[in-house]
Every structure is written in structure tokens, then in C-alpha cells.
């Protein structure tokens, strides 16, 4: 069964709870918008694409919740709801990229019912085209990539950071498709072990040849030939190529370049933000206790300074190419990732 992490049923939000992954596959349901902010802000769902989607799906509830009779008041209450969901996780563009999307929408709303279904349509189509970009960009990627190849990826970046499939994991999926025969190397991905938790389960699910390694032995396993290549997801690509992601891949990122190994990202253009500088990125600062314990277990003595940040930035001459659904990236990226816009025109 393929795994499907968040989806609109019944007038309510369904998504897998990943705080119980890989013990158990449970489905949580969710009708008010605060709840669904507070299972973003808790990691109940996480990666940038599927925490877009959510917000959005978040925002649908917010407007089957309005009372409201006016227009006015209805996109008043979606202001509201905007803020709420915003204001869970800085980082990944996609949440407000989707939360604008989804304003727009509302603001040329004529009547307040039509107004609604309009945003639940949206919202669910945004959800279909995330699953068809990640098959064309895995489609794309997979031409990268060898027969019998070994890829590393870092923290989750699969079925479970999206809709379905995934961006990073959705290229190895691909790969494999197109018969090649391939094994993937997870870093545990510490302090919320996305990789050993999520990516593990999720290749370990459909079958595809997985082997987990402790972060701490990535120079190790590159250093001994183990790796042919490295792909990650992001949550922010910048217009010169600097990218944003799970902390530590910097470190991954370095390393593959140290051992002449080629290091791509995969990230649809809906994560990429044109805008911004490096220096305005907002880095989401985590709570101690993440580092601090290992699950229930104190792993460090009480009242230590720690420093916990979720995401580092890549710099743009560490990566050999970033894979979207409108193809390849390459350096210099001011002038690639410029064309990749004009293109999708
Ligand atoms: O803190 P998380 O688990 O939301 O971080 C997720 C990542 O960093 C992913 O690599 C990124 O969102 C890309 S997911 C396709």
C-alpha cells in the first residue's frame, strides 16, 4: 500500500502521525485549523512540501469553521487562520507559498459558499499536483544516477515529507522504476531521527535496499567508496542556489565534496524563493530537550547550554545540480535557476 501522508476526506484533514513512526501507522483526523497548526508546530507532519499542503488543507477548515455571511468577514477569519498556520514553522517556503495561494484564491471570491468550495478545490488540487511534480522530477533526476549505485541521502525528504512519493526518495523511486538497481545509505538524522525513523520505514516499506548509518559516519562510509552520490530535499531554495534544509546537511554536503562525490537536491519550484538574501532566512531554533534526550532518557546533565537550530544553509558551490519537475539546475545558478522560471512561463 502506498503511502499517503496527508489528505481532505469528508470535510476533515487525514494525515499519518509521524511522532509514532516507525512503531506504529496511525491516521490522525483533524476538523479545526488550531489543531491541524498545533500537528505542524509538533512535527505530527513535517517536510516542506507536506507541512504546504497541510496549511492549505488548514485553511480549508478555517473557512468550512467561518460563520461568517460577508465576504469581508470570511476573509477576515482566513487572515486569522493564515496567521495561526504561519506562524508554526519559519523555514520551508512551501507553507507560505500554499497560504498565499489559497488567500489569492479567496480574494476574488464572489459569494461566501462559492468562496469555500473554491478554497477546499484548490487546496485539493494543490495536493494532486504535488504527487505528479514529484513523479516528473523523479523521472528527471533518475537520469543522474547509475546502475547499481549506492545514494546517501540526510533526514526525510519521501512519501512522508509530501503528499506522495517524495522529492529526494521520490529520484531514488524513480531510479529504481526505470530498472536500475540501486541502494540508499539514511543518516539517523539526530535530533528527531527523521532518517532513521521515516526514511528507513518508508524504503524499508516498499522494498527498496536501505542501510542506516549514525550521522557521524558519513566521512567514514564516503571515505571507503560506500557512496556514488548524495540527494537531498530542501525548504528554501534562494536564487543563487543557496539552500536550506535539515541541519547537517552542510556537513554532507562538504564532506561529498571533499570525496569528489556529486551532491544534488530535488525540490519542486513551489520551495524556491526568489526574494530573499541568505542573511534574511529565518532558521527555526528547536527545544533543548531534543538534544538533551534520547526519547525518554536523559543524555545530558540538567540546565546545559544548548544550540539546537533545525535547518543549515548549503552554499551553491557544494551542489552539482538542483533537480526540479522543469529539469536541472547547474552552476552558475543565478542564470540556471532564473531560466527554470522563464521556462515554466
Ligand atoms: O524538520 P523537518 O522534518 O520538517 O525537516 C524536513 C527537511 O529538512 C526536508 O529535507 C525538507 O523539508 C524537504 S522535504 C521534501
Excluded at 492549505?56 to 493564515?82: H, P, R, V, Y
Excluded at 520551508?92 to 459569494?111: F, V
Aim: aromatic share 6%.
Amino acid at each position: 500500500m502506498e503511502l499517503h501522508t496527508v489528505e481532505w476526506k469528508n470535510d476533515s484533514v487525514v494525515m499519518i502521525d509521524q511522532t509514532k513512526l516507525p512503531n506504529e501507522l496511525v491516521y490522525v483526523k483533524y476538523t479545526d485549523y488550531n489543531d491541524v497548526a498545533e500537528a505542524i508546530r509538533t512535527l505530527v507532519v513535517r517536510g516542506a512540501p507536506a507541512i504546504g499542503v497541510t496549511g492549505a488543507f488548514g485553511m480549508a477548515l478555517a473557512a468550512l469553521q467561518s460563520s461568517s455571511e460577508t465576504i469581508e468577514d470570511l476573509l477576515s477569519d482566513l487572515e486569522n487562520a493564515k496567521k495561526t498556520l504561519f506562524d508554526t514553522r519559519p523555514t520551508a517556503i512551501n507553507l507560505s507559498w500554499a497560504l498565499e495561494k489559497i488567500m489569492e484564491i479567496a480574494k476574488q471570491g464572489k459569494t461566501v459558499s462559492e468562496t469555500k468550495e473554491t478554497i477546499i478545490t484548490t487546496a485539493k488540487k494543490m495536493a494532486d499536483e504535488d504527487v505528479n511534480t514529484n513523479k516528473k522530477m523523479g523521472k528527471i533526476g533518475a537520469e543522474l544516477f547509475r546502475d547499481n549505485d549506492t545514494i546517501m541521502t540526510h533526514c526525510n525528504a519521501g512519501a512522508l515529507a509530501t503528499v506522495a512519493y517524495g522529492t529526494a526518495l521520490g529520484v531514488i523511486r524513480a531510479t529504481k522504476e526505470s530498472g536500475k538497481n540501486i541502494k540508499v545509505i539514511a543518516t539517523e538524522t539526530r535530533p528527531v531521527q527523521q532518517g532513521s525513523r521515516l526514511t528507513s520505514f518508508e524504503l524499508k516499506h516498499d522494498g527498496i535496499d536501505v542501510c542506516l548509518i549514525p550521522d557521524t559516519a558519513v566521512g567514514y562510509t564516503m571515505a571507503n567508496d560506500l557512496v556514488n552520490g548524495v540527494i537531498v530535499g530542501a525548504d528554501r531554495v534562494l536564487q543563487t542556489g543557496h539552500v536550506f534544509n535539515k541541519i547537517g546537511t552542510y556537513q554532507v554536503a562538504t564532506m561529498a565534496k571533499q570525496h569528489n562525490i556529486p551532491f544534488y537536491v530535488a525540490a519542486p519550484l513551489s520551495t524556491f524563493d526568489l526574494e530573499s538574501k541568505p542573511e534574511e532566512i529565518i532558521i527555526e531554533q528547536r527545544k533543548p530537550s531534543e538534544v538533551t534526550r534520547i526519547g525518554d532518557k536523559k543524555t545530558a546533565p540538567d540546565g546545559i547550554d544548548v544550540i539546537n537550530p533545525a535547518f543549515d544553509m548549503t552554499p551553491p558551490e557544494l551542489i552539482s545540480g538542483i533537480i526540479t519537475e522543469n529539469g536541472v539546475a547547474k552552476p552558475p545558478y543565478k542564470e540556471s535557476i532564473k531560466k527554470l522560471f522563464e521556462d515554466k512561463k
